[in-house]
């Protein structure tokens, strides 16, 4: 009993404000420890383990006593089994199952289909590093995996190719049977443009870094595909949301569709913002990083048509009709109709226009960009502006602006040579990434360690999180808000969703894209869709690229 408290109260006793501590520093070039699961029946469990495995199936008085008086705040307190290792103790619940040990994570809760084929644990089995967990549906095995990030750079860089790249587009997912991945079909999605953008930047810094050409391949088919959603309209400088092959796959009946000039297409339209800027952010990464002498022309081409009918259409897309779309404007008049946008907007347009200027052979529209850039900023006092961009409403928190403006900062903070807008904008990203830091967004991270040179920016954060990221990225349903040890918002989010204090661990969280709210508690979609894992490998390779992350 005392080796127990030594062991494992001594390090399990958390702060009612936390869930996670951090034993000691790792060494981030160490392999890791990668959380897997696997499903198998009972038949299956009897034949793999051969006998070797015993299943234990009743609570440890001494060890429930030893926790109750330790206090541990648990997700579920009442308990079905429990069984312990020297180093860990497992506590089967009806809703989900406890690990609790030493090191990195001193708690992990296992709960919904990511994890168990059934939240009623009935059963544990301790097999060295893997851990059997009985259900009435079956079993769970646990198990965890040395590996480095990079190795699951390879993984989540074969994952997108073999299921989510839609004519070169970085794709949705649709599982029509849920959770089975033999049934992924391909589908075209709002932000097409956006998720293929983060894909293309991603490999283009993995070319950098390591010199494959594989991801030189995969980041120029990317890059056609957003050369093709401007070229596909028919109107020139205007990119559309998405595209699909006339009769060959359906059409979603949400949106406005469009046949190309050829008839051979049909385009999704009234483009947003955020697609702009995924297109303004992989231009200028590819330009810089992948594209040779021959690509480049026709590269310029298509930022000088975007940029144009940005600005020969008084900041504002016009799409189908000549009629503007719903969230493509970016005007001095037009930004203050919502505060909620104004330093957003702002940023964005500054960002593009550096971009635009950076990109450009055309003597003409390099001074047409500079022209416009310095009036947004004398006149109309954009740079200024951008430090308004998390001024927000309670509860009006949208994380999707977040990540469109980190993507915008990112170029701005490269092509910026002024000291006195630089200075500014670094102040902006500072107190932007300041008030992001409990999130532990790699990405984020990055871009503000990157577009500031600051040394700290939370590497050891950045680490863990990539670390959590799990390898399943099926939109498996989630469900935390029935949990003991969670402090919940007493203010819902935008959407009225429950949300939490903290940022829960990511492999317990819904799953979701940097777009996504953090502290949503509950969320997926029963494993009906499959992520494709660039929001892990653009932060991941980004960061190799700057020198912040190491191999």
């Not at 307190?77 to 429990?82: C, D, Q, R, Y």
């Not at 009435?136 to 997108?160: C, H, N, Q, W």
């Not at 959770?179 to 983060?198: E, F, R, V």
């Not at 102040?427 to 990434?433: D, Y």
Request: contains cysteine; neutral net charge.
């Amino acid at each position: 009993m005392t080796a127990f408290v030594r062991r494992g109260v001594g390090t399990l006793v958390i702060s009612s404000c936390a869930l996670l501590t951090i034993a000691a520093a790792q060494s981030p070039a160490q392999t890791y420890l990668q959380k897997e699961r696997a499903f198998y029946t009972a038949q299956e469990f009897a034949r793999v383990t051969a006998g070797r495995v015993r299943i234990q199936r009743r609570v440890d008085p001494v060890l429930e006593a030893a926790l109750r008086r330790a206090s541990v705040p648990l997700p579920v307190a009442e308990f079905t089994v429990m069984a312990a290792s020297a180093s860990t103790t497992w506590i089967g619940t009806r809703e989900g199952a406890i690990r609790l040990g030493p090191g990195f994570r001193s708690r992990e809760y296992f709960a919904g289909r990511r994890w168990l084929p059934d939240d009623r644990v009935t059963g544990i089995g301790l097999d060295g590093e893997t851990t059997w967990l009985e259900t009435p549906a079956g079993y769970s095995r646990i198990s965890y995996v040395p590996m480095t990030l990079a190795e699951k750079s390879r993984a989540f860089v074969d994952r997108v190719q073999a299921r989510h790249n839609r004519w070169g587009l970085t794709a949705d997912s649709r599982l029509r049977v849920p959770g089975d991945l033999a049934t992924n079909q391909m589908i075209p999605s709002d932000n097409d443009g956006l998720w293929t953008a983060m894909y293309v930047a991603a490999e283009c810094f993995r070319f950098k870094v390591t010199g494959d050409s594989a991801a030189r391949a995969n980041a120029k088919r990317g890059m056609d595909a957003i050369v093709r959603l401007e070229a596909v309209t028919g109107i020139p400088g205007f990119p559309a949301r998405s595209f699909l092959k006339v009769g060959q796959e359906e059409q979603p009946t949400e949106g406005e569709w469009h046949d190309s000039p050829d008839a051979q297409w049909r385009w999704k339209g009234n483009t947003s913002s955020d697609e702009i800027v995924g297109h303004f952010f992989a231009y200028a990464i590819y330009y810089d990083l992948a594209a040779d002498e021959g690509e480049k022309p026709a590269l310029r081409a298509a930022i000088d048509r975007i940029t144009n009918h940005i600005l020969d259409n008084g900041y504002r897309l016009l799409g189908f009709a000549g009629k503007p779309t719903r969230w493509g404007w970016w005007g001095p008049s037009a930004i203050w109709a919502d505060a909620d946008e104004t330093g957003l907007r702002a940023l964005h347009m500054l960002s593009h226009l550096r971009v635009a200027e950076h990109m450009t052979a055309d003597a003409r529209y390099r001074a047409k960009y500079q022209a416009a850039y310095e009036d947004l900023v004398r006149t109309h006092k954009y740079h200024l502006l951008t430090r308004n961009q998390k001024v927000m409403v309670p509860g009006h928190i949208n994380h999707s602006d977040d990540e469109l403006a980190f993507l915008s900062f990112y170029p701005l903070l490269r092509y910026e040579t002024n000291p006195a807008l630089l200075e500014i904008y670094t102040q902006s990203l500072e107190r932007s990434w300041q008030i992001e830091r409990p999130e532990r967004n790699p990405l984020w991270n990055l871009i503000y360690a990157a577009g500031t040179g600051a040394k700290e920016f939370d590497r050891a954060e950045t680490m863990r999180t990539l670390q959590e990221i799990p390898m399943d990225l099926i939109q498996w349903s989630v469900r935390n808000s029935n949990r003991a040890d969670v402090p919940m918002d007493p203010m819902a989010d935008r959407f009225q969703h429950p949300q939490a204090l903290l940022v829960l661990p990511y492999d317990e969280l819904p799953m979701s894209k940097w777009n996504g709210n953090p502290y949503l508690v509950d969320g997926g979609h029963g494993g009906r869709s499959e992520d494709d894992g660039a929001y892990f490998l653009l932060p991941y390779w980004m960061g190799r690229f700057h020198d912040l992350l190491p191999e």
